[in-house]
C-alpha cells in the first residue's frame, strides 16, 4: 500500500480501510455482482443493510443493469428467503392481462377464463415479487398496487372477495418516475410506497 496513503491514514486508520476493502469484495462476491466500481461497492452496502428488513425497495438502472440480479440478492439475503421470489415484467404485459397475471381471477371473469386461477401476488405469499419496468403501469393498476402496499389485500379479477398476502414488493424502473409523476402518468403516492429505499444502478 502507498506510503503516503499509510502516513495520512496512521496504522488504525489503514486497518479499518482494510477491513472496509475486504468486506465490500465479500459483500459482492455474495450477492454475485461483478464490477469493482465505488457505485457498485455502495449498491452492496445497501443490498446488505436493506435486505433483513421488510421495507419496499425500488431499483433504478439502465437496461441490463442488473436489476433483478440486486433484487434476487435482497431476497436471497432477507427472512423470506425460504419462500417464493417471484418476477414479472410489467411493461411486457398488455394492462388488461397483468392484472390477471398479478391478482388471478375468477371462473368466467372474461373471455377465454374457463377455469379459476391465482395470481402472482398469491404465489409469492410469504416471499418477495419482483416488480419490473414498473414505471409502464397504466393509473388503474397503480391503484391495486397501491391496495396491496398499504393493507395487503388485492381482488382478483372477476371476484368481489378481497384476498390478503403477505408480500414484500420490489419494483424497478429504467426511467426517471418524478418526470412522469409530473405528467401525471405515475401516481406520486404509489411512488413514495415502492421507494421507501431507492438503490441506483449504474450503466454497464
Do not use: W
Request: aromatic letters at 6%; proline letters at 4%; charged letters at 25%.
Amino acid at each position: 500500500i502507498d506510503g503516503h496513503i499509510s502516513a495520512d491514514l496512521g496504522q488504525e486508520g489503514l486497518i479499518k480501510k482494510v477491513k472496509q476493502i475486504l468486506y465490500q469484495k465479500e459483500l459482492l462476491s455474495n450477492f454475485k455482482i461483478i464490477g469493482r466500481s465505488a457505485k457498485m461497492k455502495i449498491v452492496a452496502e445497501t443490498i446488505d443493510r436493506i435486505a433483513p428488513t421488510d421495507v419496499p425497495v425500488m431499483i433504478v438502472g439502465p437496461s441490463g443493469s442488473g436489476k433483478e440480479l440486486v433484487a434476487r440478492a435482497i431476497h436471497d439475503n432477507s427472512e423470506r428467503s425460504d419462500k417464493p421470489f417471484v418476477a414479472i415484467n410489467c411493461g411486457a404485459i398488455a394492462e388488461g392481462v397483468l392484472e390477471s397475471e398479478l391478482f388471478g381471477h375468477e371462473k368466467g371473469a372474461f373471455t377465454g377464463s374457463v377455469s379459476k386461477r391465482e395470481g402472482l401476488f398469491h404465489k409469492a405469499d410469504g416471499g418477495t415479487i419482483f416488480l419490473d419496468e414498473i414505471g409502464e403501469t397504466k393509473p388503474d393498476m397503480q391503484v391495486k398496487l397501491l391496495r396491496v402496499l398499504e393493507d395487503g389485500t388485492y381482488y382478483p379479477v372477476g371476484s368481489s372477495a378481497a384476498q390478503r398476502a403477505d408480500v414484500r414488493v420490489v419494483s424497478a424502473t429504467n426511467r426517471d418516475l418524478t418526470e412522469a409523476i409530473s405528467e401525471r402518468a405515475f401516481r406520486e403516492d404509489l411512488y413514495f410506497r415502492i421507494g421507501v429505499v431507492k438503490v441506483v444502478l449504474p450503466p454497464l
